[in-house]
């Protein structure tokens, strides 16, 4: 397969893959009023705690996202692909995107660039095989936070709809 014949796939990949981004830079309480000790502690200056959830978006165009996100980083997420895609091993198709996530309460997240692997699984529906994002901050509760979200799902570029699970672990900073 070509990617000529995948590049609306890949905005559709890149959408999903900027929802799940998304989804994972979001925040909800349960991330920000963790105890430190009480979910994990990695140091004595941070504290961290699991996150999961889900995003849903739809494309607005061929290479943006717009969707919510559920669970522990509950809020709007958008993605925008940073590119064209590109094949991968194995017959996957490989997608470059950024991330934007605001969450319920108005914080950001910061959320650096993501690689979403994808394996086609027709003309227009797409699995996302790895999907890895990393925040690097944001405002607010996620001010100095750190984390490594994973992410599984589907690019049904038929229905311009995508969607993704997520999951991982969020780190924030001791406050004084």
């Known amino acids: 397969m070509k990617i ?18 998304l989804a994972s830079a979001g925040g ?4 920000a009023s963790a105890v430190p000790g009480v ?8 504290h961290c705690v ?13 290479s943006t996202t717009l ?9 709007a997420v958008s993605a925008t692909l940073l590119g064209a895609p590109q094949s991968g091993p194995g017959g996957t198709v490989v997608f470059h995107v950024q991330h934007h996530w605001v ?10 660039p993501a690689v979403a692997t994808t394996a086609p699984l027709s003309q227009t529906l797409f699995a996302v095989v790895s999907y890895p994002v990393h925040i690097s901050g944001g405002t607010g509760r996620f001010d100095g936070a750190r ?20 999951t991982g672990q969020v780190c924030f900073a001791e406050r004084d």
Request: charge should be negative; glycine fraction near 14%; aromatic fraction near 4%.
């Open 50 to 62: 699991p996150v999961g959830g889900s995003v849903m978006t739809n494309f607005l165009n061929s």
């Open 4 to 21: 000529r014949k995948l590049a609306p796939a890949a905005v559709l990949v890149g959408s999903i893959s900027l929802a799940l981004l």
């Open 28 to 31: 909800k309480s349960t991330a």
């Open 147 to 166: 984390g490594d979200i994973t992410n599984i799902g589907e690019v049904d570029l038929s229905k311009n709809a995508t969607v993704f699970r997520y």
């Open 39 to 46: 979910n994990g502690r990695h140091g004595d200056d941070e």
């Open 67 to 75: 969707g919510t996100a559920t669970g522990d980083l509950e809020g």
């Open 103 to 112: 969450t319920e309460g108005g914080d950001t997240l910061t959320i650096d």
